[in-house]
């Protein structure tokens, strides 16, 4: 009996290969974007991890001067006293290449005898010669990343011309570093020196950046105590939490989208299987009827979907493997915009994803094939052969969906509304709205469709409602389908919509802050004037149609909660340019005047948790001082966060009376090309500078955003191709199906034309049902993504945007994946054998 | 003794840069083969091929046209109620080049030292070992002549006045700590061949080594907070050399007893990859009066009695030894002070302090002494 079963099975598959070809692309499409989504994920993290440890390794604490550099005797001191065991120098600086200064890497000069102890990965490949004692005894040697090795051809002993400091110095290679990923300094790579050589590089004898440590609980105690006077102990990891809180947020909303997509692939699966079954019906219900046991139907059902899952599975990790391999190409590129500024290498993912993949594709095929399985082996025979019945229970099925939805949405709303503020409870909360609206889909279309069957009837008299009604009635097919389509439609939209209004609040923005017309940047971290001399300003200055000059000091500061960056700010004739969302701007400006405290950016007032009127504890080299906080700014630059200054203050406090940029302001519009030259040449053309136009850098920046969603529009499309290829399955098998129903529409005196119409006006109808159920589930979901998901990831927050063109965009997409869905089932439908297929019975 | 595989250690880091590659298997592999044979560019340094007169206290101070050189003290200490104590203090000198480095910053050298510290507290069934690595820069480590003083970072052996003794040992780290005073000795016994000890049939492969056997020491020992006033005898090895290993060797087991009768034994056995023991094997025997004479491989018989397989790196040392010098009728047995004295640090062996039972010429006699099985 078993035999005859899956020869039945096999058979049903012969006569309807699409239908075979469709079930196995679907499960491994699903099993590809989410083996492909996690592999581009893992990738990521490897690489952050493998950055950070690279850097920071075993490093618990690190020892730095307020000030600037450390004297080296203050290492001396501290290791021949037996205060720290565990220590090693370090002198970061930045490092770019003669022959391409817009790449930045970091020079890290380090005392390769107590790497050992705290960068274990640094690992250099030895050739020949190269060795960390080459790089300790021969000047000017340093290990270069692989990669860049490769690029510009560099072997052991090649010389490379390098800019440190703004000069222009020598460098011999002497061996490769296995390439490091990311560096979260915000450079290409790392290129190691031995501190001697860094020292010699950057005419810095006798000092040092840093010491890193690697310190017991007591050795703590004691340094705080013996540390001397000026310099401050960082935990090693606090400078990073903001880095990893941002890689993690990012990641978790990777996950969440390939998650996503495996929910469409298994709707797909589901939908798959539920139609080989729906459409053997009648053949179950002869079996049956012949005296085939349930307990063997079921059995063999599973077993069908057993070998169905395992084909389609292979092929998903082959796919999922391919698929990655480009993904991660994109996440990377897009962590390095986001977090660094930089590319980054991929780095192979973990094995254990393919198993996950494997187990997701069989699990889901197994379990989205049992209720199908269930369904065929508890039916009556009778009942089985006709299609009255099972149209009837599936409009039930569809009020049951419908009450199911009010569960689902409670929970999210209790998620949402009274759950802790925790970015992966937001995304459970959002899974539950999408559940909730693919539950509630069937009803609605056959809610749409009554209203629609008027209209349509008009439009296209007696097939348009044929075809309306087509719809309702074959549920029981499309359900599922449709559920799927209107989720990834609704996807599509929602994110578009949160894109679409990211990048609006980042154009205003960018109007709101970018209020001089010309900027100029210092190219090199500068501790005096740096290229901004007194003299120079003047002559800038006194240029005709110059209304006035902004003056902005930019720097890093290292605090015991970790690193963030100081902004000081000498306002222009215009203002000073700053979004604010909480506090009062004219108060708190003229308290920031008045020298009275400092403003923060919104992503570090989410970070530190601290708001309007608190204490900001900031180290100055004259201790630690504190300033309030006179309100928190919109701030999309610096993600990290940055704390806003008045440049007098500034002054004040840190004693440093260095510039980083300068903003020039026209007194009338003025035609920039007569200006950008005078301000060139008062530059002078020794000095390392860049200047900037008002629109120059908003296209930038521009530029980089779209270029930071592009993962995400890879994502929706494939989430949108998912569902596309579920809508195909649906119609391609109902139309199968439907086929006595079409000869007997032909036999009665229907055109081939007037048959395929029908079916085009029902596919589109499906389509555009899909689309239109999903404008609500859309826009509740971009404004999840907007005031839920990206604050807590991000700490950013953004105007809420409605606009018509992602919605319009997804409606088209579900009526276009529909009607292309459509192509091949209706156009065979045309051509139907109607002798044949009426001859069945 | 012959402890340059140790001194390799310094090569292993300097080519490799990380501490995972130093694995068990590695370390094994590490001596002779690449680093101490005639192949990987010796060129330049002295060379170890002729006997010498020790000149002291110059000798005492640092060599380094040789490539490698270490001060090596260890000792058995007893504290109140005859509380037992051994420790270890090393300091090694290793030249990454002959010539030295030119640059202008003060961090450049062509000089690299590592410190090792141990300290078995027999009755509190504890063992702490710890290491230093330093360049020979900015005064981090390095080696001085007079007063004499050898160090790396905060650990040093530092004499009183001009000469060498008394001298004054000082490391630790939070867990344990030493503090000791080396007060007078036996004169210093010029161990091989007048001085140089020839370890290989090549040229060079021997090292200058002499020793001190018997260092009157008192001081005081710390572990955790409670401190301990303490005394004992210290035994201090010097040993420099270039080329010392042959590259056919696995490793070796060295010997130091200080026995009752106020006599000194020290043997040291290279083993051959196939575990046959090197013919240039050797040791020195010391009288109570204080002359010496060598021994050669074959004078000394040496039966393992025991192993001991450590928890941590499962490697297996034989711990506990027959050992035999027939010519003086002379029968020790040898058992560690404690089971677990492997030193887990960049490179793992074991050396710790052991006590000694036996006969000589059918006389009672014990003993403390050192035992360092390395190469397993």
Known sequence: MNNLLSTAAQRFYFRHPWQLI????????????????????????????????????RTTHQLVNAGGMLPESIYYDLLTRGVIPNAAPIIDEELRLASQPGRRFTLLGVDPLKETLFRSTIRPIPGESASPTALMLKPASVIVPESLANELKLENGSALNVIVKGRTARVRVVGTLKDIGL?????????????????????????????????????????????????????????????????????????????????????????????????????????????????????????????????????????????????????LRTLGDLYFGSYVTAISPAISIYWKGALLGLGATLLAALAPAMTAANTIPAVAMSRAALERSAKEKSFFAALLALPTITIASMILLLGPENLIIAFVGLFFVLVTGALLTPLATVGLMKFAEPFVEKLFGISGSLAVRGVTSSLSRTGVAMAALTVAIATVIGVGIMIASFRVSLVNWLDDTLIADLYLQSDVQVEERGPFTEARLLAIQDLPSVEGLSLSRLRRLQTPDGELNLRAISPGPNGWGLSFVTGNAEEAISMLESQQGVLVSEPFAFRRAVTKGDLLNLPTPNGIQAFSILGVIRDYYTDGGSVTISLDAYRHYWEDNGLTGVGIYFATPAPNRSIQPA?????????????????????????????????????????????????????????LERAREIATLRALGASPRQVSALGFVQTGLLGLAAGLIAIPLGIA???????????????????????????????????????LAGLYPAARAGRLNIIAHLREE | MARAWITIVLVGICAC???????????????????????????????????????????????????????????????????????????????????????????????????????????????????????????????????????????????????????????????????????????????????????GPGTGNASYYYSMTRLQTVGFIQVGSSKEMVSGFTWMDREWGTNTLSDDLEGWDWFSVQLSDNTELMYYRLRHRDGSTSPYSGGSIVDATGSYRPLSADAVLLTALDHWKSPNSARTYPVAWKLEVPDEDLILEIEPYLLQQELNLTVRYWEGAIRAIGTRQLQPVDGSGYLELAGY
């Open chain 1, 22 to 57: 469709l079930a196995i692309m679907g499960i491994a499409l699903g099993v590809a974007v989410y083996v492909g989504v996690s592999l581009a994920n893992d990738s990521a993290r490897r690489a952050f991890e493998w950055s950070s440890q690279l850097v920071l390794g």
């Open chain 1, 183 to 331: 560096d979260p300094n915000g450079s290409s790579g790392l290129i190691l020196a031995d501190i001697s050589t860094s020292q010699e590089l950057l005419n810095l004898e006798g000092f040092i950046s840093r010491i890193d440590l690697v310190l017991t609980p007591t050795e703590v105690e004691n340094l705080q105590l013996l540390k001397p006077a000026g310099t401050t102990l960082l935990t090693a990891t606090s400078g990073n939490a903001a880095f990893n809180e941002l890689s993690r947020a990012f990641r978790i909303n990777l996950t969440a989208l390939s998650l996503l997509a495996l929910m469409v692939g298994v709707f797909l699966i589901y939908a798959t299987m539920s139609f080989s079954i729906v459409q053997r019906r009648p053949t179950i219900g002869v079996l049956r009827a012949l005296g085939v046991q349930r307990h063997e139907l079921l059995l063999n059902v599973l077993r069908e979907a057993a070998v169905l899952g395992l084909i389609a599975t292979l092929a998903g990790l082959a796919l999922g493997h391919q698929l990655g391999q480009g993904l991660v190409e994109l996440v």
């Open chain 1, 679 to 735: 301000v060139q040449s008062i530059m002078g053309s020794g000095t390392r500078f860049r200047l900037l136009s008002n629109g120059t850098i908003k296209t930038r920046s521009l530029i980089i955003f779209d270029r930071t969603f592009q993962i995400t529009e890879v994502l929706r499309i494939l989430a949108s191709l998912v569902a596309f290829l579920g809508i195909l399955n649906a119609l391609t098998s109902l139309q």
């Open chain 1, 781 to 819: 979901l971009a404004a999840l993504l907007v005031f839920v998901i990206n604050e807590r990831s991000f700490g950013w927050s953004m105007d809420f945007v409605i606009q018509a063109k992602p919605i319009l965009l997804g409606v088209a997409l579900a009526v276009t994946a529909a009607l």
């Open chain 2, 17 to 199: 840069t990380e501490r995972a590659e130093l694995t068990p298997d590695d370390t094994a592999r590490l001596p002779a083969t690449r680093f101490l044979s005639e192949v990987t560019g010796n060129n330049g340094y002295a060379r170890v091929l002729y006997p010498k007169k020790f000149q002291f206290p110059q000798d005492h101070g640092s060599h380094p046209e040789y490539r490698t050189e270490w001060w090596y003290f260890t000792g058995n200490l007893e504290g109140a109620r005859a509380r037992h104590y051994g420790f270890e203090l090393t300091f090694f000198r290793y030249a990454l080049k002959a010539d030295e480095a030119e640059g202008t910053s003060a961090w450049r050298t062509n000089q690299a030292w590592m410190a090792h510290f141990a300290l078995t507290d027999t009755q509190g069934n504890k063992f702490f070992a710890d290491e230093r690595l330093s360049r020979e820069a900015i005064g981090l480590a390095g080696n001085q002549r007079a007063p004499f003083r050898v160090w790396v970072e905060d650990w040093s052996a530092t004499s009183e006045g001009t000469e060498f003794l008394p001298i004054h040992l000082k490391a630790g780290n939070e867990n344990a700590k030493l503090d000791l005073t080396l007060v007078s000795s036996k004169p210093p016994i010029a161990n091989g061949d007048r001085g140089m000890d020839r370890k």
